[in-house]
């Protein structure tokens, strides 16, 4: 038995188990076509990342992510769930207009 084959053989069998991912901490606020939002968006990532945006005002805002998901990051929405997604999205994390 080869040296190399030793050496491979023991980094192998040390190598930790794979972490698994850490609790989810947050929910999508209910509201209509949350059901969307958690079949689509949680394909690729946590509600955490919803969540945790600071409120919106400008309604371009989530129109923007949505698009940014689709287009940059391949997300698989179609047309249709990509507007009822940005409506919930809007109503759901949107900061009330200054007075």
């Known amino acids: 038995m080869s040296i190399l084959w030793i050496i491979a053989a023991a980094s ?5 188990a794979a972490a698994a991912p850490p609790p989810e901490t947050a929910k999508f606020a209910p509201g209509p076509n949350v059901d969307l939002a958690i079949r689509h968006c949680q394909t690729c990532h946590s509600a955490d990342y919803v969540t945790t945006q600071p409120p919106q005002v400008a309604a371009n805002f989530w129109q923007a992510e949505v698009t940014k998901m689709i ?12 507007r009822k997604i940005v409506d919930y999205l809007n109503s759901a994390y949107r900061a009330p207009a200054p007075r």
């Open 71 to 82: 287009g940059v990051f391949g997300a698989r929405i179609p047309d249709d769930d990509a």
């Open 12 to 16: 192998i069998s040390a190598a930790p």
